[in-house]
């Protein structure tokens, strides 16, 4: 049974393995054939490839303004970029 | 043409060490720490990046923007640290929430390994529409912050900064399998804080209009 259909534990797994590029010509097909009888495998396998492909590749994801350099910090930097510059 | 050449951070005259680091400053740092989780680290690769960037002031003509430009400099200096860092201690992780990976599924019976039904996905509403809402960007942010600190920089490595799988074996020093059971379960860990914090309840009052 294992070498046809994977269960939902390996499915998932498979398809991890998928996105970066290591799965096999059998295993794809095992994947998609569990994918083709399982609703919830295929609702993970949707949501992992919204984040792979839409949510973790977007700019907006390291515009983060949660934490910045300290005032100190900074005038630390720009002190040692204006010591380094000579023109 | 005069306005390109204003532009050039590479001209003498346009030196503006204050105007880099007040419109750049907080960007770098916050790409770096959210990848190397050490501030007074993340500081110092920003300082370095002004240095290298200051050095290498030529090699910028124009063809990206000077962010772009900068980001790309910081990026090579925190592959570096990953390098020689993982030289010393390979970055593997592999106690990383395997309870969790196994809460999700029958541990036994007809359907062993099969998804236990009340804590298997739920299904996400307006996904794609999250994407144009600030607080959706915390929480994820957020989310990929709690991961371990070694599988959090596989998983920055391969999925933000799309690194191919071999290359971050290389620099973190890693096996392919190793580097393949880490991100499933970042995935499947980052997916789970994602349904819980975002796509959970009160969705609906969240989006925009």
């Known amino acids: ?8 534990k390996e499915a998932v797994r498979l398809q991890s393995q998928e996105l970066d590029g290591a799965l096999g010509l059998k295993d794809q097909l095992r994947l998609r054939f569990h994918l083709l009888m399982c609703t919830l495998c295929r609702r993970y396998v949707k949501q992992i490839d919204f984040l792979h492909e839409k949510a973790l590749r977007d700019e907006r994801l390291n515009e983060g303004s949660e934490t910045k350099l300290s005032p100190e910090a900074k005038s630390r930097i720009l002190g040692i970029i204006k010591e380094n510059h000579k023109p | 043409m005069s306005e390109t050449k204003s532009k050039d951070p590479s001209t003498e005259n346009c030196f503006q060490p204050e105007r880099w680091v007040s419109e750049h400053g907080d960007y770098l740092f916050h790409f770096a720490l959210s990848r190397l989780r050490d501030p007074s680290r993340a500081e110092d690769m920003v300082q370095e990046t002004f240095l290298a960037a200051l050095k290498s002031g030529s090699s910028f003509q124009g063809r990206s923007s000077e962010k772009s430009w900068l980001t790309g400099i910081l990026k090579n200096k925190i592959f570096d640290y990953y390098r020689k860092s993982g030289r010393e201690k390979p970055f593997t992780d592999l106690e990383f929430y395997s309870d969790e990976e196994e809460s999700h ?52 490595l391969r999925e933000m900064d799309g690194v191919e799988s071999k290359e971050v074996c290389r620099l973190l020093n890693i096996s392919d399998s190793n580097l393949w059971v880490m991100l499933h379960r970042a995935r499947m860990a980052l997916r789970g804080c994602v349904e819980t914090n975002w796509f959970g309840r009160n969705q609906e009052a969240r989006l925009p209009k």
């Open chain 1, 1 to 8: 049974m294992d070498m046809f259909l994977p269960s939902c």
């Open chain 2, 105 to 156: 599924f029958e541990r036994e019976g007809f359907h062993k390994d099969g998804w236990i039904q009340e804590s298997g996905p739920q299904e996400w509403m307006n996904a794609g529409k999250s994407l144009d809402n600030e607080e959706f960007w915390i929480t994820i942010r957020g989310c990929i912050s709690k991961l371990p600190k070694n599988v959090g920089a596989v998983f920055t």
